[in-house]
């Protein structure tokens, strides 16, 4: 299984970014999804996850500003940063809770990371 990220960058504050997770490879189901971040010097931290229904969480710091949705039929992940800050900058990644047979149980898996700058 493979996540393959994109859509980071550099942007001003007050702008949007898209970022994107596409997972590929041999699995049967795909549970929570989501995004982490981790700042330099900073622990990696839960940005947003989605359920395969739908049920979404997001960091207290995010609310409001981003939104993660998710497409079964492709199995994607996305994240749409409105309103971004100069503390948002980090590297983002993307993660997967993944079934590989279905004798198999959930594991986690996750994407490379993509760079968020955000200059004030």
């Known amino acids: 299984v493979q996540l393959q990220a994109s859509g980071g960058g550099l942007v001003q504050a007050g702008g949007s970014l898209r970022l994107s997770c596409n997972a590929k490879?041999?699995?049967?189901?795909?549970?929570?999804m989501g995004w982490y971040r981790q700042a330099p010097g900073k622990q990696r931290e839960l940005v947003a996850d989605?359920?395969?229904?739908?049920?979404?969480k997001y960091a207290d710091s995010v609310k409001g500003r981003f939104t993660i949705s998710r497409d079964n039929t492709d199995y994607t992940v996305n994240l749409q940063m409105n309103s971004l800050k100069s503390e948002d900058t980090a590297d983002y990644y993307c993660m997967a809770a993944v079934r590989s047979t279905w004798k198999m149980p959930f594991r986690d898996y996750w994407g490379p990371g993509t760079q968020v700058t955000v200059s004030s």
């Open positions: 490879g041999s699995f049967v189901s795909i549970n929570v």
């Open positions: 989605i359920s395969y229904g739908g049920s979404t």
